[in-house]
């Protein structure tokens, strides 16, 4: 089965710094990725989407991801952090008929 | 486009009663998903619905069934309720079934289970 792994379950980073929320997917086969964020009490929305057209996938709000296939990862990055991107980030995979979720990562953002 | 719906957004059940969660999917949506989401578990796969037919089961005990309708509306039914169950209850829908279809999200029915 397939299955997807976010490193840190709890990232903080400064207001105008770097994010960085990894993730870690294992297939043979290349699959769809998403990231997928979700702010409180609210459902989750979609950041963008890798579909094989274009390793670096640029999404809304500023977040971009790269796929490299060589080390099964679709990490997500903002170049600037800004006190509204606070929320869980969630990474997912769709292959044949399934969706996995990863296990989400939450973003701080301090002042 | 009018997005996913849930309703209600906000339940409180004691143990042993049952509930009914509903989800009207994006128009022109055919395949509905629902997950559970709890703290201590996160995001979990309950069951996929397409054409009116489940495509997908997780890891669930008999006490957790949905149904979808002919309009691609979605039901989930919990049956004996416990405690555990106290979760945020997630709808999604999506054009078709498969990996490559992303789902879009209704903002989830909070159960609380007493």
């Known amino acids: 089965a397939q299955s997807v792994t976010q490193l840190g379950s709890h990232v903080s980073v400064s207001e105008g710094a770097l994010v960085l929320l990894r993730c870690n997917y294992s297939s043979s086969v290349p699959p769809y990725l998403f990231w997928y964020v979700q702010y409180p009490n609210q459902g989750l929305q979609l950041l963008l989407k890798?579909?094989?057209?274009?390793?670096l996938v640029k999404g809304i709000n500023g977040f971009e991801a790269e796929f490299k296939k060589s080390e099964t990862s679709f990490h997500l990055t903002k170049p600037s952090a800004h006190m509204s991107d606070a929320a869980e980030y969630f990474c997912a995979v769709g292959y044949g008929q399934n969706f996995v979720f990863g296990p989400g990562t939450r973003l701080s953002v301090l002042p | 486009k009018a997005g996913v719906t849930q309703t209600p957004r906000y339940l409180i059940k004691t143990r042993g009663q049952q509930v009914t969660l509903s989800c009207s999917p994006i128009?022109?949506?055919?395949?509905v998903s629902w997950y559970q989401q709890t703290p201590g578990q996160g995001l979990q796969f309950l069951f996929e619905?397409?054409?009116?037919?489940q495509r997908n089961k997780g890891n669930f005990p008999g006490r957790f069934s949905g149904r979808q309708f002919s309009n691609s509306r979605s039901e989930m039914n919990v049956s004996t309720l416990e405690l555990g169950d106290s979760a945020l209850y997630l709808c999604a829908s999506s054009w078709g079934t498969g990996g490559d279809n992303e789902q879009f999200f209704g903002p989830g029915t909070r159960l609380t289970v007493l």
């Open positions: 128009s022109g949506h055919r395949s």
């Open positions: 619905y397409f054409s009116e037919t």
């Open positions: 890798y579909t094989s057209a274009a390793t």
